[in-house]
């Protein structure tokens, strides 16, 4: 996709055999409850200079969930991408909690980018089953948890978290390496371990 503005009004479901590209530069408007799915690897290459946004196509809509599923989507790379206003869906029979939720998915990157404003689901992020590394993350005005890990191993460094809902982090049977984490303003716990 893109790059440029690219408009979406219906879910864009990718199966496990292809990959989703997003290129720098592109902002994609989503319409009100619209979900990107994928059991494929994905690859946001946002820049600094030409990053990539995923947001509400009406200001007072908010879109579904952007949604990566399956060990197909292993090695998936998210960089200087920015998602706001979403909420959540149900889709390939799974109910997905997270704004952005990533499930049973190995080796992913996340890095340079930022996750806000969300609303209705109970997490902004939220990872289950996988590896991941967060580098150089921002997580603003969280509807309720802002980053939930679920079963999960992998590496958090540089992340600000600001107005979470709920809680900053909410860990359950994970195991992650942290360093320099600032949460401000959770309205729960700053980290949940349980």
């Not at 991408?81 to 990533?102: C, E, P, Q, T």
Request: net charge negative; hydrophobic share 40%.
């Amino acid at each position: 996709l893109g790059p440029g503005v690219v408009t979406l009004k219906e879910d864009l479901i990718i199966p496990h055999n292809r990959a989703l590209i997003i290129k720098q530069g592109t902002t994609l408007l989503l319409g009100k409850g619209v979900s990107i799915a994928t059991k494929g690897p994905v690859f946001l290459q946002g820049s600094k200079d030409n990053p990539v946004h995923i947001k509400r196509l009406s200001p007072s809509d908010p879109w579904g969930a952007f949604i990566i599923h399956g060990m197909n989507s292993k090695g998936s790379k998210i960089t200087h991408s920015h998602f706001s206003g979403g909420s959540l869906d149900r889709i390939f029979n799974v109910d997905y909690s997270g704004m952005v939720s990533i499930h049973g998915s190995d080796d992913i990157t996340i890095e340079d980018s930022s996750f806000s404003k969300n609303i209705l689901s109970d997490d902004l992020l939220h990872i289950v089953y996988g590896n991941v590394k967060l580098i150089n993350v921002k997580f603003l005005k969280c509807f309720s948890d802002c980053i939930d890990f679920d079963l999960v191993t992998g590496e958090v460094e540089n992340v600000d978290i600001i107005e979470a809902g709920n809680d900053g982090i909410d860990f359950m049977a994970s195991s992650m390496f942290l360093a320099n984490i600032n949460i401000e303003k959770a309205l729960d716990k700053a980290l949940s371990v349980g």
